[in-house]
T-cell receptor
């Protein structure tokens, strides 16, 4: 099983709203990632968690706040977003952070900020 | 930092033909090269990968080749089918870069029946 599950699949939020994206994997992976993907572009790394600790923040604005409550769950808290933050948000996981381990992606959350 | 260039950006083939997508990377310390297929409205799906100690890997109709000296790797799809139509991304990762994948810009493959 190489499944990474993301909820919700679609989300529409206003610029003053607070919402959260959720990601879950049960493969025993100890590295989890958030990526942002705009239309017709490759995924761009936002955050990396390794053993539930934040190890990489790619200079992401503070209106995006990641959280890793346990080794299977990853959240992305959203607050005061801008219309340009509308994108597909992808979660991924891999056995470990580095080396040459495979990374598996979820189906993504399509976020629209109005 | 690492840069990955991918060509072509679009590729149209007839069903049954072969398709080849090429990527070039800049960081000689990169040691892991996955390929992802992304269908419309879905997340990227890992279809094949290759490590720097291997020159070629094959899985049914899909193969990947790696030339470390020239720093390029290629995806080969034989006997293409309409369901192969998707956007394909190559990526590269350095062993000590915290798991960060550097993606190419993507190739939109269209297989015409």
């Amino acid at each position: 099983d190489t499944e990474v599950t993301q909820t919700p699949k679609h989300l529409v939020m206003g610029m003053t709203n607070k919402k959260s994206l959720k990601c879950e994997q049960h493969m025993g992976h100890r590295a989890m990632y958030w990526y942002k993907q705009k239309a017709k572009k490759p995924p761009e790394l936002m955050f990396v968690y390794s053993y539930e600790k934040l190890s990489i923040n790619e200079s992401v604005p503070s209106r995006f706040s990641p959280e890793c409550p346990n080794s299977s769950l990853l959240n992305l808290h959203l607050h005061a977003l801008q219309p340009e933050d509308s994108a597909l948000y992808l979660c991924a996981s891999s056995q470990f952070r580095g080396g040459n381990t495979e990374a598996f992606f979820g189906q993504g959350t399509r976020l629209t900020v109005v | 930092g690492e840069n990955v260039e991918q060509h072509p950006s679009t590729l149209s083939v007839q069903e049954g033909d072969s398709a080849v997508i090429k990527c070039t990377y800049s960081d000689s310390a990169s040691n892991y090269f996955p390929w992802y297929k992304q269908e419309l409205g879905k997340g990227p799906q890992l279809i094949i990968d290759i490590r720097s100690n291997v020159g070629e890997k094959k899985d049914q109709r899909i193969a990947v080749t790696l030339n470390k000296t020239a720093k390029h790797f290629s995806l080969h799809i034989t006997e293409t089918q309409p369901e192969d139509s998707a956007v394909y991304f190559c990526a590269a990762r350095r062993y000590n870069q915290g798991g960060k994948l550097i993606f190419g810009q993507g190739t939109e493959l269209s297989v015409k029946p």
